[in-house]
């Protein structure tokens, strides 16, 4: 696959995993009751296998079905990260679990692709410094990017997975804590969920879209385990939000898209450059998002925070381009 697909390919990633949740939170905010985020994570990774089953048909050509054991385990990776992300919104504050997995994720992948760990192969660079450059004006970026306030008090909100706003109260210190951990642990999951296809693509001559099923089933599998233990536990306490069922599977599709090209990305351009532009790349849509549609960023200073931060991005993306 050429250089050029790659980077076109960290867009389309960038877009849609920008853009993926823009139906479930439209529908959030006509919402009034609860949501504990265990329903909608359901319905979402149904959206997310769909895409995987699409992937699957596609195959109808190929003298065998592709199935790969390594990407239950890597979908299975990134649904846990999910998982623990409800948690960690729910403990410390959306604005705090963000740049813990976030950074977890930039900072986790970016090692585990430049020196080798877990296998994988160390990539050719023509400027190891400039890499290392580019790398923390990314990690610069996103420390810049979690000083962006919208205007409304609603943004912690976001994604609903916590209590009603009357029954928020500020959590005890010892419970941001876990919060904040279990962020940091879901962003290594994140940073990992792709090292299973990364081993199996250096070793195959299939199409990567042709991996997506695996990958999506062991989140769909994942999701669909802790379902059934959480109706369990909850039994007539459950909270079953119809008006969020096809907004949380629409949101999964969209992801699932973005993680196909995802795969092509890191592909092409290794763990070191392609990752690590998807990792950040996403927030410039999701703020755009935010500031042109929500109408959540209106004042000068969060506005001129977040193009200072893009800046930041464009530097370090540049300086990882330039470095492979």
Sequence with gaps: MSTTLGYLSVLGASIFFGSNYVPLKIAQLGYTGKDDGFFSNLFMSMGIALVGFVSLLMQYNEDTILFSATGLLGGSFWACGNFLAIFAIRWAGIGSAFFLWSAANLIGSWIYGTFGFFGLVKPVLTSFSLNVTGFLFLVASLIVFIFVKPDSALKEEEFKLIEDLEEKEKKPASVRLLGNVLAFIAGIFYSVCLIPFVHWSANSDRPVYEYAFSQFSGILLFNMVVFVIYSIVRKEKMLLQKELAMPAFYSGIGWA??????????YTLGNTVGYQMVCVGPIII???????????????????????????????????????
């Design 286 to 324: 999701t703020t755009l998002w935010s500031m042109i549609y929500f109408k959540e960023y209106t004042k000068l200073k969060p506005i001129l925070i977040f193009f200072f931060s893009v800046v930041l991005m464009l530097i370090g993306i540049v300086c990882l381009a330039l470095s492979k």
């Design 257 to 266: 898209i973005a993680c196909v090209f995802w795969f092509i990305s890191t």
